[in-house]
């Protein structure tokens, strides 16, 4: 997590590019800031597979900061850098042992880049975070790394993204996923003159667990769910504001070499503000940044369950 603090002071960089991107380009910068907080709900075969005691936590409550910084470059290239921070509160113990298997913080720094046209964007997009686990050895603490290509085309009220890639993650103990491809579609429906939004939001992803076994296990991602923002009339230091309100279900299968099947699922739901700069509109702001980076930090803090 310091790694992550440490390097989200790049943001302040943007500030200098700004200025020099301001005088190539008519195109306004976009900067946001997210503010969240929220529960996941663990239900599935796997929650306290292991037996007695029960020691894995079932229900967490959320809480979230995060920012985005998008830059054009010139007339029609665009940067945009996104970093989020996220932790938990959960019991430290369950019937007197520690709580197992439980996610508990994570933090991410991502960097977007592309070519904006008048219709849409098409780009490449990387990225590194760092996921912590309730155990107290920290022997599934993960660092990760995510890469892969993103675009999304608007007509009319509607904005259709599209993202692929691959993510992977290293642990000590390797309970949480390697080599996993993911792929994602985003819709977002824009209503009252761009001032309200509905957002769809489903991704499929495949992988592995144990990567030390002789037969790693295989791991199977589903994730959908919706938001909806809405604008208010109130300015923030000059910043347009907005509150949403969104829901998700997450479900992780993992297969091991007999053909047995876990799974796990999390339901997690949030509410939360935005402020910005740069935009008037929530379609303005669609229109001019690249689509969000999937939040793989949650999938690879569900995944020690499975284990």
């Known amino acids: 997590m310091t790694k992550i603090l440490g390097m989200a002071v790049s943001v302040l960089a943007l500030s200098a590019v700004g200025a020099v991107a301001d005088s190539l380009t008519s195109r306004n910068m976009i900067f946001e800031g997210d503010l969240s907080f929220g529960q996941i709900s663990r239900s599935g075969t796997a929650v306290n597979s292991s037996g007695s005691p029960l020691a894995e936590i079932e229900d967490v409550t959320t809480f979230a900061i995060g920012g985005l910084a998008a830059v054009p470059l010139g007339q029609n290239l665009l940067t945009q850098i996104e970093v989020d921070l996220e932790g938990t509160d959960y019991p430290s113990s369950v019937g007197g042992e520690d709580a197992d298997d439980t996610y508990d913080a994570s933090g991410s720094l991502g960097l977007q880049f592309g070519y904006q046209f008048d219709q849409g964007y098409v780009g490449g997009f990387a990225g590194l975070g760092t996921v912590d686990s309730s155990d107290t050895d ?122 047995d099947i876990d799974r796990a699922n999390d339901l997690s739901v949030g509410l939360g503000m935005r402020i910005r700069f740069g935009a008037n509109s929530l379609q303005d702001r669609a229109l001019g940044t690249a689509p969000d980076l999937p939040d793989v930090a949650r999938w690879i803090g569900a995944t020690p369950v499975l284990d």
């Open 138 to 259: 920290g022997e599934q603490d993960a660092d990760y790394t995510i890469a892969g290509l993103g675009g999304q085309w608007a007509t009319g009220d509607w904005l259709i993204g599209a993202q692929a890639g691959q993510f992977d993650s290293d642990a000590e103990d390797p309970e949480t996923p390697s080599d996993v491809t993911f792929g994602r579609i985003i819709g977002q429906r824009f209503f009252n003159d761009g001032q309200s939004k509905l957002l769809l939001d489903v991704a499929f992803a495949e992988g592995e667990q144990d990567a030390d076994s002789d037969t790693p296990d295989e791991m199977q991602f589903t994730r959908y769910g919706m938001e909806f923002e809405q604008m208010l009339g109130v300015d923030m230091f000059g910043g347009t504001t907005s509150v949403y309100g969104s829901a998700y279900h997450l479900d992780i299968a993992e297969t091991d070499e007999d053909g």
